[in-house]
C-alpha cells in the first residue's frame, strides 16, 4: 500500500510536532495495520513531561504510543492466520523468541525485545498505521471492539500482577493508587473471583471509577488512613497488597498492610529508581514482595476475558481526542491528571 501517513512525533520535553512518512511495508512475519485507537499511558506522559523515562533517553526524535486497536490491512509474506479486514490487539513487545529468558516462557524479559514507543527499539503508534510481527497480534472477537483491543495492554499488566501473586478467591486485598494500572489490577482481582477490595488514591475522580468497577470501600489518602484501617482487618491486615501508583510513600505502606505470609506486588512505575521499604515489618510479618515488569503470554487471555463479560474494560475511558488532536490530547492528559483517568487516540 503507497502513499503517505501522518505522525506525531515527541522532539523534545512538552514537544510534539507533525511529520508525513512512507506508510511502511510488511516484511517477512508482519502485518500492515490500520491503527483504529491508541491509549495514552503514564510512561508516554513521562517521556513528553521530561524527554525520558528512567533510563531510557531518546537520542533523536521519538514516536510515542504503545497501546494500539486496529484493522489488518495488507498481510506481508510468511503470515498464516490473518487476512485484511481482521480487527486486532498488538501486543506492543516483540521478543527475539530464542534468548534463554524466551525459551523459559519470560519473554518479557527478553533483552533483545524490540518494544513500541522505546528508544532504540521502535517507534510508537502515534501514527496512522504501523506494521507489526504476526506472532504478537491477536484477533478480537466481534463483541470486542478495537477501543477494548487497545486497552488490552494495560489489563494484561493488572493481570500479571494478579498472577504472579497467585491472588485466589476468598482473600483480601489492598490497591494502592487508583490510575489506570490501579483500576485494571481491581477488574483483574475481581474476575479472579476476590471481592473485599480496599482502594486508595488521592484524586475523588479515580475512587468513584474504582468503587464503580468493583472496590468495596475506597479512601481518601489525603485524609483517611488505611493503615489504621489494615489493623481492623482479620489477622491485622490484607492477604494482599498491590501498589499501583509507584511513588515514595505508599511503596514505604505496603510492608504495614499485609496480615502475616502475606503478599506485595509493586506493579506502579516509579521516577526514581530508590525507594525504601519497612524492612522489619516485613521480615516480621514475613511477607513476599513481587514486582512486575510488563506481561507475559496473556493477551488471548485478557480478550477472553473482556468477551466473556468478566472485566467491564471500556469504563477506565474517560477521554477520547482525535488523531488529529494527539497533541493537545497528551498535554491535556499531562495537566489534567485530576479529571483524566484513561485518555484514548481515537483514528
Known sequence: MEGKMKVAVMTGPMKMEWDEREIPVPGPGELLIKLEYVGVCGSDLHFY???RLANWVPDGPLVLGHEPGGVVVEVGPDVEGFAPGDRVALEPGVPC??????????YNLCSHVKFMAIPGEKDGVFSEYCTHAA????KLPDNVSTMEGALMEPLAVGMHACELSNAKIGQTAIVLGCGCIGLVTIMSLRARGITEIYAVDMLDKRLEKAKEIGATRTFNGK???????????????ADLVYECAGNRHSTLQTARLIKRAGKITLVGVSPEP????????????EGTIYSVYRYRNLYPTAIQAVSGG???LKKIVSHVYDFKDVIEGVDYSLKHKDEVIKSVIKF
Request: aromatic share 6%; hydrophobic share 35%; glycine share 12%.
Open 49 to 51: 513531561s521530561d524527554g
Open 97 to 106: 523468541g530464542h534468548c534463554e529468558d524466551c525459551l523459559k516462557g519470560h
Open 135 to 138: 506472532s504478537m497480534t491477536f
Open 223 to 237: 485524609y483517611e488512613s488505611i493503615e489504621e484501617f489494615a489493623k481492623t482487618l482479620p489477622g491485622g491486615g
Open 274 to 285: 530508590v525507594l525504601e521499604l519497612d524492612i522489619a515489618t516485613l521480615n516480621a510479618m
Open 310 to 312: 468478566l472485566i467491564p
